[in-house]
């Protein structure tokens, strides 16, 4: 495993920063929320993403990909991550896309990756429940069986971009007791299905999500994605590649707020000095750098090991995720107390890395959650 | 390359003959390595054939010029003997800062004279060096440095007081600086100068650390006569090759990080150790050490990675990257951690200085720990490299 980026993933990495330097500067984190945006990303920059390839970067060539990885994938999720672009990769290229591609059928895979692919279909992967804070199966919602199929009845909370998605992937449980991971199944279903509510959330980092409400959702057995009760496996791999993925965003983006910091204390001036020259600031901007080159660290090594199927993988991403949120909260509160008081004006970009740090926080597991998962995958 | 097989065929031939068995696996740490020096005893019999029979081939100093005693060979010759040794698992012959920091101040500063006495010396393990930089007064802020040298025709004379000069009481010269201009600024007045420890003048008294004796010592220098000619490049201009010295010696902390020295590849698991003291199998009992543990192995993990991705940078031919300049300040922090975890898991266990009610390896952890609190310390501090890493990698203004 090498832990350095080939030429062609450098080319892919110089591309995607000039790109979204040009085209997505962060400020337009703030003008999608002050203007109400319906979609809340833009569907023609969407379109060009698919254009450049990106979008079909982890999928099959037969389905139009280009038939690589995580490794790729993450150095465009790293670009993306600077200036926080809010294009449903996470949920659409990531959670959905995977699951479909790791666990649905030929014909499914065949019907909904291409779309993917071209930047003409949103799918996502419902992954958390009110009460389930971050075990993927703690699955209250329920599947009854019912003639030719089933009736789903739940909650699934912060749906990513759910209120524009194509194809929603919900699981529901079909045996078993609240937490088991067995007895989980996978179901493809079409907003406007009856007894479906989907409604916008507002999160404090303006990520696009939903609150799905089901009451007796009709289902035939054609919904099923992979095999009836074997639903949990398809989630965790999605998980799992959404977190490298995520991990690769707060990457860029705490390098970019690093970087913004950085910038401000080489030119702030106060007591006649560029605040920059106070050790006791230095020394944390260097604690700051350590912990970014860390992260960097596991997030190539995790990717990799997703990759190659490694045995290590499950650890590595947990790794990862841990490393990266932590670091993450660590540069945006670091930021925001650096630039003082402006730092806590949301007329200042620099809040939203923090927010934006936060979400991915507690999303699919934080820090802790994640060592207990390694302890666990260690044997203690 | 055909010549490189010739030469790896002929060495392969001399190491079956010359290779002794009983040192095969013997290992290459500190405690086992030959130092040399006039005061030496070989605690292995095959110790000293080995290291005569590499000396003959120039192989203790393998790319060092052969006139000086060295091997001459190219570095991808030494990759290749170094490959051999460790095929064979045989220790270096000889180890020591002659041949890893004198010697290659000597070759890049030293005149041809000094050369000539010296470098053939060090390459036989004769004569043992020490360096003498830090005083009581002049630690983080060597340059502030007082060690007086007088002039006094061919002489200087040398008065002063050196520290933490590891194993003086065992070496034979010391390179040290020494103020030679107290008129001028700091740096411009320091000169480097080497110095035959049989001097007169010249005692040592070993320093005792909290975790027990230790290889430091004090060095004092009362009206020591030392000849103009031990001074290496120029009067006055010592700052430049200290300097240099310096980033040799941290390029060579970051390279031992990466082969795994510096502790942070360790024998023994954390969670194994816990369950020791703390009984049970499965799940650890205590979830606050568990995730102690877990946060160790995980923080650990991530810098061995780090560690790896820049040899893979080095590998693929690109620069060394910023992410080098905090192997020192990190990998010491990680290492004084775990030391820490280890003692906390003992609990009572882990109170005893010697003698019974505490077997060897529970006294063997405390005085790490102890010892380990230094390394934040020695070597450039960790204040001092984050100071660097704000000035160099981040461009922090002064």
Partial sequence: MQLVLTEDQELLAKTARDFVAARSPVSRVRELRDRGDATGFSRALWKEMAGLGWLGIPFAEEHGGAGLGMAELCVVMEALGRTLAPEPFLSTVLLGGQALRLGASAAR??????????????????????????????????????????????????????HVADLLLVPARTRGAVDDAAGITLFALRPGAPGLTIERQSRIDGRNAALLRLTDVRVSAADVVGEPDGGAPIVEAAIARASVGLCAELLGAMQAAFERTLDYLRTRVQFDAPIGSFQALKHRAAREFIAIELSRSAVLAAARAVDAGDDEAARLVSLAKAQCSEAAIL?????????????????????????????????????????RRWAELSGY | MPDLDVFRAELQSWLAGN??????????????????????????PDQKPWLERCAGRGFTAPTWPREYGGGGLSSAEAKVLAQELARLRMPPPLIGFGLTMIGPTLLRFGSEEQKREHLP??????????????????????????????????????????????????????????????????????????????????????????????????????????????????????WTVAKALLGHERSMIADAFGAGAGGTTRRQGLAELARGY???????????????IARMEMDTRAFLLTVQRSRDAAKAGQQPGAETSMFKVHGTELNMRRNELMVRIAGPQALGWEGPGFDEEELARTRDWLRSRGNSIEGGTSEIQLNIIAKRVLGLPD
């Fill in chain 1, 331 to 371: 540069v945006a509160n670091e930021s925001i107390q650096m630039h003082g008081g402006i730092g806590m004006t949301d007329e200042h970009d620099i809040g939203f890395y923090l927010k934006r740090a936060r979400a991915a926080e507690l999303s699919f597991g934080d820090a802790a959650w994640h060592r």
């Fill in chain 1, 109 to 162: 895979q065949a019907e909904w990756i291409p779309r993917i692919v071209e930047g003409d279909a949103i799918v996502t992967l419902a992954t958390s429940e009110p009460r389930g804070r971050f075990e993927p199966c703690h699955v209250e919602t329920h599947a009854e069986a019912a003639a030719g199929g089933f009736r789903l009845t739940g909650e699934k909370s912060q749906v990513l971009d759910g």
């Fill in chain 2, 19 to 44: 290779a002794p068995e009983s040192l095969r696996g013997r290992g290459s740490s500190a405690l086992d390595g030959v130092w040399g020096g006039r005061k030496w005893v070989f605690d292995h």
């Fill in chain 2, 121 to 238: 010396r060090i390459c036989r393990g004769e004569i043992r060096w020490c360096q003498g930089y830090s005083e009581p007064d002049a630690g983080s802020d060597l340059a502030s440095l007082q060690t007086r040298a007088v002039r006094d025709g061919d002489h200087f004379v040398v008065s002063g007081h050196k520290v933490w000069t590891s194993y003086a009481d065992e070496c034979d010269w010391i390179f040290a600086l020494v103020r030679t201009d107290p008129a001028a600024r700091k740096q411009e007045g320091i000169t480097f100068l080497l110095i035959d420890m049989d001097t007169p003048g010249v005692s040592v008294r070993p320093i005792k650390l909290i975790s027990g004796s230790s290889p430091f010592c004090e060095t004092l220098f009362d009206g020591v006569r030392v000849p103009v000619r031990n001074v290496v490049a120029e009067i006055d201009g010592g």
């Fill in chain 2, 278 to 292: 703390l009984g049970g199998t499965g799940e650890l009992a205590d979830p606050l050490l568990r995730d102690e």
